[in-house]
C-alpha cells in the first residue's frame, strides 16, 4: 500500500482507487480477489510469498491482460545474493505473535490511557511524553510511536491551567516539547471550530496574538526543564517521529539533546 500510494502521488493528474486485499493465503481466498480484479481491473501490486498462489494469480493477470509486480521479489533477491542463505517463504512471518508483538500492543494501551493528559499520575512509565499546545500533532505522534513499541503519552499546555506536577518531576521518559507556526496553529484550530459547529470555544483560541503568547510560554518551558524542541509546521507526523527515536535513542545512551529545533 505504501509502495502503490508513493507512486501514483507522482501522477498528478491520475486519481487512484485502492482496493486492499489483506491475508490472501488460499486458493478459495484468491478466487474473491480475482472476481473483484476483473470486475475492476487495474494495476496489480502483491506479496504473496506462496509461490503457487502467486503463480496462479499472474496467470490470470496475463489472460486479463493487466500488469502485475510482485513487490518482495526484487527484495528476496537481494536479501539472498547478500546472505547467500534459501528463502523459506514463511507465510505471514511478519504477523507472528513475538515478544516484539505483544510489546506494541502494550505501547499502544499505554499511549490510548494517557492521551491529553489523562492518567499523570504514572508518566514516569513512559518512555516519552510529548508536551504542547492544541493542534501540535501530539496525538497521532505518539500513536504512531506506540506503533512501534514506544511507550507515549501526551499533555497538552493550556493557558491558566497549571501543568501536572509530576510531569516536571520525570526522570526516565524523554519529554519533547511540540510547536507549530502561529498562522499553522491557526488555520487548524478554525478548521476543527467550523468542523465542529463548535460555539464553545472562546475567541482566543483561534486569535493570532493569543496563539503566539501560548508558542511562546512553551519555547519557555522548554528552555527552563532542559526538553527538546520540535517544530511540527512543515513535518509530516512520520518525519516528527522519526526525529523524535533519534532523540530517544540519544536519551537512552544519556546523550545530550538539543532544544528549538
Same mark, same amino acid.
Do not use: G
Given at each position: 500500500m505504501t509502495v502503490a500510494r508513493a507512486a501514483t502521488v507522482q501522477y498528478e493528474?491520475?486519481?487512484?482507487?485502492?482496493?486492499v486485499y489483506?491475508?490472501?493465503r488460499t486458493h478459495k481466498q484468491l478466487d474473491r480477489v480475482i472476481g473483484q480484479i476483473e470486475a475492476a481491473p487495474g494495476i496489480v501490486l502483491y506479496t504473496l510469498v506462496d509461490k503457487e498462489i502467486a503463480e496462479r494469480l499472474e496467470r490470470i493477470c496475463r489472460e486479463i491482460g493487466i500488469p502485475f509486480v510482485n513487490i518482495l521479489d526484487p527484495v528476496f533477491a537481494v536479501f539472498q545474493s547478500y546472505l547467500n542463505v534459501p528463502l523459506t517463504r514463511r507465510i505471514g512471518g511478519q504477523h507472528a505473535l513475538d515478544a516484539e508483538y505483544f510489546k506494541r500492543i502494550d505501547a499502544l494501551n499505554y499511549t490510548m490511557m494517557h492521551d491529553d493528559g489523562q492518567i499523570s499520575e504514572d508518566l514516569e512509565h513512559a518512555d516519552i511524553v510529548l508536551v504542547g499546545i492544541s493542534r501540535t500533532s501530539k496525538t497521532p505522534t505518539c500513536i504512531y510511536l506506540a506503533n512501534r513499541g514506544i511507550k507515549s503519552a501526551n499533555v497538552p499546555i493550556v493557558p491558566d491551567i497549571p501543568l501536572p506536577p509530576?510531569?516536571?518531576?520525570l526522570k526516565k521518559p524523554l519529554v519533547v516539547g511540540l510547536i507549530a507556526s502561529a498562522e499553522r496553529i491557526q488555520q @487548524?484550530?478554525?478548521?476543527r471550530v467550523l468542523s465542529l459547529n463548535a460555539s464553545g470555544y472562546g475567541d482566543t483560541y483561534v486569535d493570532r496574538k493569543e496563539i503566539a503568547r501560548e508558542i511562546a510560554a512553551t519555547r519557555r518551558l522548554c528552555v527552563e526543564q532542559g526538553w527538546p524542541l520540535i517544530d511540527?509546521?512543515?513535518?509530516? @507526523?512520520?518525519?516528527?517521529a522519526a526525529e523524535i527515536m533519534e532523540l530517544f535513542r540519544e536519551h537512552r545512551l544519556g546523550g545530550t539533546a538539543v532544544t528549538g529545533r
Open positions: 493528474t491520475v486519481q487512484s482507487i485502492e482496493h489483506p491475508l490472501v509530576q510531569l516536571l518531576r @487548524i484550530r478554525q478548521n511540527v509546521t512543515r513535518r509530516s @507526523i512520520e518525519e516528527t
